[in-house]
Every structure is written in structure tokens, then in C-alpha cells.
């Protein structure tokens, strides 16, 4: 989760417009920027970079473009290296990245980008901290461990000055800007997006570096105190905003983290109750139940969990139902239906809700398991222990396509597997079951 956070910071506050890295008059960079994003989007790293250099020396780039080619080959290091896991080439891809943006600041110390690629020096610091944190698990855990720590607290005081800088130059601004001064618009929306992302990011390497020392010490619930203030502070200024929404879920998890789930659950809560349009709320509210799971559990709170989980799976558009996320949700649902039947069979073997719930688990596991995704197997096994077959609706269509019988076909087999996997494990799951309505339900 925190791994993904440095990403997430900088296209929350995209939000306050894109193309961040030419201005509204660079239409021919427009399609460059598009194609580059894609690359790296894809994870084309590799070609990515290749592209860049062919536009350095392309006489049919735009100057805009060019400006900015050393700190969009270090956006693209630090991208790659966040997906590679030979420890060496990381540490090559951030050297790299670091030339990259050092250059950019030597060239162009003026540019409205400059401010970003000073974050990004210290985002470089994060990933090289968390290649220290990967190597403590190998050896030399103590002395990797420290190396990390320094690094983040490094980080955190380069955004913490470049926060104060920000808010110092953006005090010195006018309040009013003439509406034909597009170039002074330009540049207080860009001090405005980079003042935001900084706060953001230092606020989470405060988190980041409880990491690296020992769970529950004074040091560990300090560095955790620090960063639910200062996620508290941006909430209070960016409520309004989707930034704002996303600093109160990382507050809710700092919050849990310091064992407090009953204030994080407030937190969540708070979120889950935002409206559930525009897309940018959803993907808040998705990312909100994910982390509240935990909360719920530690309180034993697992009807209102199932509450919320069911409620909002209900209300998942078409093209969302199937997407990763929404497996995932629905893997959760069936986990917390299992653990909540089995506490209440544990208290009572008679509950007429144990029953409800074990159909409940099945009937999203039975979703997961039919179509191919990255949890379709986990589905598949632990349906097999619950005992429930796959749902063949005799409904489904006819096929009136090469396609839709390639895909019939997949989920049939699909459904042949899961109910294989089932047939073996029933068996031994019917002699351990004493309750005859589970025992009939299986």
C-alpha cells in the first residue's frame, strides 16, 4: 500500500489539470506527452527512454518538449525501478534518475517543473530507502534498517523545506490575477499542485519510516503521532477535495496503526458516507473498505463490515463488477462471512445466521472463481472447503459468436474445475459438520 503512495500523490493532484509538464499553447507537445504517459502507463520503461532520446535529437520535437526531457527520463527511471527487483539495476535506475533530475535543476533552475523535480530527489531517497528495507530481510538487519531510516528522515527534510519554500512564494503571490495573465495563472496552479503533492509526501514518509523501527516502541508510535497530524492538517485544508478525502483514509490508517481502530473506524465511516459519484469518490470509497476491514475485525464489528462490503458490491457498475478491485472486495465479503458463521457457530452452533453467511461466501467466492483473474485459484480453493460447488445458471445464452463460445467455454471449464476441486474436499468436510442444515447446504 505505502509503496504505491509516492505514485498516488502526484496524480491526485493532477486533478488541478493535466499536462503539467507544457502549457495550453504546446498543442504539438500534447500527443507526445499522451504517447509517453502510455508507454510508462503500459510499463514500457525501456521504450519509453528510447523515445525520449530519439526526441532529443528529433529536429521536429517541440522546444516545450525538450525542455523537460531530463526530468521526464527521471520520472521514467524512478518508474521502472519500482518494478525491478534485482536490488543492483534498482540502485543503477535511481543513480540514473538522480543525474537526470540533478541536470534538469542545473539546466533549468527556473522552470515551473523545478519545484517537482526537487520532490522527486527526495522520492529518489524513499526508494532507495525501501531497496535497504528489502535488503534487511536478507542480512545485516540492524545496519540495512538504519541506512533506511536515514534516508527517510533525508527525504523528509527536503519536502519539509520545500513545503516551507512553496508556501512562502505563494504568499508573495497576488490574490487577484488579471484573467488575460494565463502565464501567471500557469504558475500559481503549478506552485498550488506542488505545495499540495509535497504535504502529501511528507506526511508519508513519516509513516514510511516507522518501518524501520521496532513495532510499538516510543520511536514507532512518534514517527506514527507526527504523521496523523500532519494528514489531519491537510484534511482540514483539502476537505473539499479529492487530495483532502485521501488524507483522511491515510489518517484512518495511521490511526489503526496506532491501535486505535475505533477513531479509524470514524474515519472510514466518514468517507464510506461521501456520494458515490463523481469516479474519483468510488475509487476513495474501494480503497476506504480495504483498509477498514482490519479495523471492523479488531472490534469484532463483522456484521457492519458485511454490511458495508455487500452494500457497496451491490451498487458496482457493469464494467466495474469484474475489475481487480472488486474481486478483491468480493474475497474479503466471503472471508468475513466465513469468520463471522464460524464465531457465531462458537457461541452457538444453532444461530440461524450461520447458515446465511456460509451461502453469502459462497455466492461471491463462486463469482471469483469464474472468471480469470489474479484471485480465480484462491477463490477456487477455499470454496472447495466451504463446500460450494460452482452456480451453473442453465440461463446463459446461446452463442452466436467465435468469441462468446471461446469465453462460454472458459467459464464452463472454469465451473468444471471449481466443482472438482470441491468433490474432494466435501467429503471430509460433511463428517466434521455436525448442523444438518449446513450439512444440507453443502
Do not use: C
Not at 504517447?35 to 522546444?63: E, I, K, Q, T
Not at 463471522?340 to 445466521?353: G, H, T, V
Not at 467429503?427 to 444438518?436: G, N, T, V, Y
Amino acid at each position: 500500500m505505502m509503496r504505491r503512495f509516492f505514485v498516488a500523490a502526484a496524480m491526485l493532484t493532477m486533478s488541478f489539470g493535466s499536462m503539467v509538464a507544457f502549457p495550453a499553447s504546446g498543442r504539438a507537445v500534447e500527443p507526445a506527452r499522451e504517447f509517453l504517459d502510455a508507454l510508462r502507463n503500459a510499463g514500457y520503461h525501456d521504450m519509453a527512454s528510447l523515445y525520449l532520446d530519439r526526441m532529443a535529437n528529433s529536429p521536429l520535437a517541440p522546444v516545450e518538449l525538450k525542455e523537460v526531457l531530463d526530468f521526464e527520463r527521471g520520472m521514467t527511471l524512478v518508474q521502472a525501478s519500482r518494478s525491478q527487483r534485482d536490488m543492483a539495476i534498482r540502485e543503477k535506475q535511481l543513480d540514473e534518475a538522480q543525474s537526470a533530475f540533478d541536470s534538469f535543476l542545473s539546466k533549468r533552475a527556473n522552470h515551473k517543473l523545478a519545484d517537482a523535480a526537487k520532490s522527486e530527489l527526495g522520492n529518489l531517497l524513499v526508494e532507495r530507502a525501501r531497496v535497504r528495507i528489502e535488503q534487511s530481510k536478507k542480512s545485516n538487519k540492524a545496519q540495512r534498517l538504519g541506512e533506511a531510516k536515514a534516508l527517510y528522515d533525508e527525504a523528509f527534510a527536503i519536502y519539509t523545506k520545500l513545503k516551507d519554500d512553496l508556501r512562502a512564494r505563494l504568499e508573495k503571490l497576488p490574490r487577484v490575477i488579471n484573467d488575460d495573465n494565463t502565464a501567471q495563472k500557469e504558475l500559481i496552479e503549478q506552485l498550488r499542485r506542488d505545495y499540495l503533492q509535497v504535504q502529501l509526501l511528507e506526511a508519508a514518509v513519516r509513516e514510511e519510516t516507522s518501518d524501520t523501527v521496532a513495532e510499538g516502541s516510543d520511536e514507532y508510535k512518534k514517527l506514527l503521532a507526527d504523521s496523523e497530524k500532519l494528514y489531519a492538517e491537510i484534511y482540514e485544508k483539502y476537505r473539499t477535495m479529492i487530495a483532502g478525502l485521501y488524507a483522511r483514509m491515510y489518517q484512518g490508517r495511521v490511526t489503526q496503526k496506532l491501535g486505535k481502530s475505533k477513531d479509524a473506524i470514524s474515519f472510514y465511516v466518514e468517507l464510506l458516507e461521501q456520494p458515490d459519484n463523481p469516479d474519483a469518490f468510488r475509487d476513495v470509497k474501494t480503497k476506504t473498505l480495504k483498509l477498514a476491514v482490519e479495523a471492523w475485525r479488531s472490534e469484532g464489528q463483522f456484521a457492519e463490515a458485511i454490511r458495508q462490503f455487500t452494500d457497496w458490491i451491490g451498487k458496482a457498475r457493469p464494467n466495474e463488477a469484474r475489475n481487480p478491485d472488486y474481486m478483491e472486495l468480493r474475497m474479503m465479503l466471503a472471508q468475513l462471512s466465513i469468520d463471522y458463521s464460524n464465531q457465531l457457530k462458537k457461541a452457538n452452533p444453532k444461530d440461524e445466521q450461520i447458515a446465511p453467511m456460509l451461502k453469502e461466501a459462497k455466492t461471491q467466492l463462486q463469482f471469483v472463481a469464474k472468471y480469470p483473474n489474479d484471485l480465480q485459484q484462491d477463490a477456487r480453493k477455499l470454496l472447495a472447503e466451504v463446500g460450494g460447488g460452482p452456480a451453473v445458471s442453465d440461463e446463459r445464452p446461446e452463442p452466436t459468436t467465435f468469441e462468446e463460445a471461446k469465453v462460454a467455454g472458459r467459464e464452463t471449464l472454469g465451473e468444471l474445475q471449481t466443482a472438482e476441486q470441491v468433490l474432494k474436499v466435501l467429503p471430509a468436510r460433511l463428517a466434521k459438520e455436525s448442523d444438518a442444515k449446513i450439512k444440507a447446504e453443502l
